[in-house]
Every structure is written in structure tokens, then in C-alpha cells.
């Protein structure tokens, strides 16, 4: 069983950075193979947008849309991986998810959620 959790402010300003954090807990970690490590969000009334990908080997991948803004790290050390969002407009409220992703079997692990309000 692998459990996924994100957690981080559920409030964040304009102009601010928004910074999530996805604990993985259970029988799975950020450095196994072959595994990626993936943030998606769901912006309200709108479908999954994929952000990018933190890969078992520590490669990372944007969306080319967010790619200037976004950051993904990882602490193998934890088992934790992170999203670090520039510059946020209130385009930027969405319900975040970190993701397991294996390849072409698609994603096989979520987490629950967290809704994240950009808002002055």
C-alpha cells in the first residue's frame, strides 16, 4: 500500500510562491524504480492540468505552459517531494495533487488533495 499526502498554506497571495509538499508513506519511495513523481492540479470548473515530473533518478520535467514558474524538488532523506509555484495570480487556485506515475500504466497512487486559494 503507498499513501500519498499533500500538505502546505491553503492560502496564498499574488506575486506570492505557493509551496506544497507531498509525503509518501508505505511501500514506495521518491528513489525507486521506475517510478515518477508527478504534481497535477484542477483549477475550479476546469479539467487535470499535469505540471511536471520529479523522476526516480532526480530529473525533472514542466509543463511548458508553467515551466518559467515551476520548480519540483525532492528530500530522498524524508521520502518527500515538493512544488514551488512563482509569481501567482488568482488563475492559480486549484485543487493540487501529487501523483505516482509509472510510465505508461499512468498514474497508480494519489493523493487526497489540497485546495489551494490565491487570493489577496
Known amino acids: 500500500q503507498v499513501q500519498l499526502r499533500e500538505s502546505g498554506p491553503g492560502l496564498v497571495k499574488p506575486s506570492q510562491t505557493l509551496s506544497l509538499t507531498c509525503t509518501v508513506s508505505?511501500?514506495?519511495?521518491?528513489?525507486?524504480?521506475?517510478?515518477?513523481w508527478v504534481w497535477i492540479r484542477q483549477p475550479p470548473g476546469k479539467g487535470l492540468e499535469w505540471m511536471g515530473v520529479i523522476a526516480y533518478l532526480g530529473d525533472t520535467h514542466y509543463s511548458p505552459s508553467l515551466q518559467s514558474r515551476t520548480s519540483i524538488s525532492r528530500d530522498t532523506s524524508r521520502n518527500q517531494f515538493s512544488l514551488q509555484l512563482s509569481s501567482v495570480t488568482p488563475e492559480d487556485t486549484a485543487v493540487y495533487y501529487c501523483?505516482?506515475?509509472?510510465?505508461?500504466?499512468?498514474?497508480?497512487?494519489w493523493g487526497q488533495g489540497t485546495q489551494v486559494v490565491v487570493s489577496s
Open positions: 501523483v505516482r506515475w509509472v510510465g505508461r500504466s499512468g498514474f497508480d497512487h
Open positions: 508505505g511501500a514506495s519511495t521518491v528513489t525507486d524504480v521506475p517510478y515518477g
